[in-house]
């Protein structure tokens, strides 16, 4: 009997991804999709060699943290693996509406909504509300769930300068002021490690009755009084509209949350089809994350250990003569300028233990192609101290 792998020859989709030029380069120098066979907190095992990661989101370093663990273990235990359905029909549980009621306080929002993956919430966060004739204005370096959510709100799209709130001004002007907007930016960029200038773009989003959209993913659990994110940082909690984010970062889980008014999320819970067509965030997920939310708020030695890892390893990078991109946060990218120069640079760290993610353009500017790491609270002074030997080494291999 002929295998159906060899009767697919002259099916277009087949024959594209067969071809297809960027797979084949991905596979020929496998930079992406490694899969680590241990882990414990920022140690891992690669090929049979212990490494250092360096390019995680656990930024507070809670995914091995013992409160954490045991909370997701006994919500196994009490609810068992999935809710199998979701939240508007059979997925809805007392845990989810514990944990919305927590990350609404904790963010000083009315409400909140959990879904099981952060590019849902974030997502969902833009297409639910904005629609067609409406016009979205969109820092040009957004994510991609972002991009996703105003491409499928049908909404016309404007595009300003990266954190500019001049081009943002000029951009606004220039729209019909009857037609309704949105603005959508994140709280702090996951590839730059920018802090959004928030005070000034959400000024100006005001003066043109512009609805804004914060996307913090990284903002949240590393900026702000106890992680609360970029909007307290700033002190703009009655300002923003809605703030949306994700729980595999700080909060050492899955899935993510869209925070608002009690109207907002009322709307949303009716409108956006990503979080009414889509299953209800697991058991043990919420519960990692309501426990890593209280460990935030009575630990507060993890944030302190993060902002004191970042100011050494920042310092540490900038000694060896190394672009950072002006990154302000733990998200640090090390911009190498060509795709060979940075795959010799992250050859490198793999070859002394640091396990980092490139980033290649398109997915940056062109020019900017560059290594993306991560510091944590869970890096230790050894690993500090590692991860600085293996910088220099890569530094003098570009
Ligand atoms: C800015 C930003 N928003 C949203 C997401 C999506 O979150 P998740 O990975 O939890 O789905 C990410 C993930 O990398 C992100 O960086």
Known sequence: MQLPFFT??????HDRCKKDAATKMRLKYAPYYHAMEQQHGTSVKLQGRDMIMLSSNDYLGLSF???????????LLKWGSSTTGARISNGS?????????????????????????????????????????????????????????????????????HNNPDDLRAVAASLPAATPKMMVVEGVYSMEGHIARLPELIAIAKEHACFNVIDDAHGFGVLGHQGRGTVDHFGLNADVDLICGSMSK???????????????????????????F?????PSQAACAEAALDVMQTEPEHL???????????????????DTWDSETPAVP?????????????KALLEKGVFTVMALSPAVPPGKDLIRTAISAGHTDEQLARIAEAMSYAAKKI
């Open 8 to 13: 697919k020859a002259g099916n277009p989709i």
């Open 65 to 75: 943290h013992p409160k954490v663990i045991e909370a997701g273990r006994a919500a």
């Open 93 to 161: 549980r007392s845990y989810h509406l514990q944990l919305e009621g927590k990350l609404a306080a904790f963010l000083g929002r009315e409400a909140c909504h959990v879904h099981a993956a952060g590019y849902l919430s974030c997502l969902s966060g833009v297409a639910a509300f904005a629609q067609k004739g409406d016009i979205i204005l969109a820092d040009k370096n957004i994510h991609s769930c972002l991009w996703d959510g105003i491409r499928l709100s049908t909404a016309t799209v404007e595009r300003f300068s």
């Open 250 to 276: 700080s909060l050492a889980s899955t899935g993510g949350f869209v925070a608002g008014s009690r109207e907002l999320i009322d709307y949303l819970r009716t409108h956006g089809k990503h979080t009414i």
């Open 278 to 282: 889509s299953a209800a965030l697991s």
């Open 304 to 322: 302190e250990r993060l902002r004191a890892n970042r100011k050494t390893y920042t310092a540490m990078l900038k000694s060896l003569g190394l």
């Open 334 to 346: 090390i911009v190498i300028g060509s795709a060979e120069r940075a795959y010799a640079f992250w």
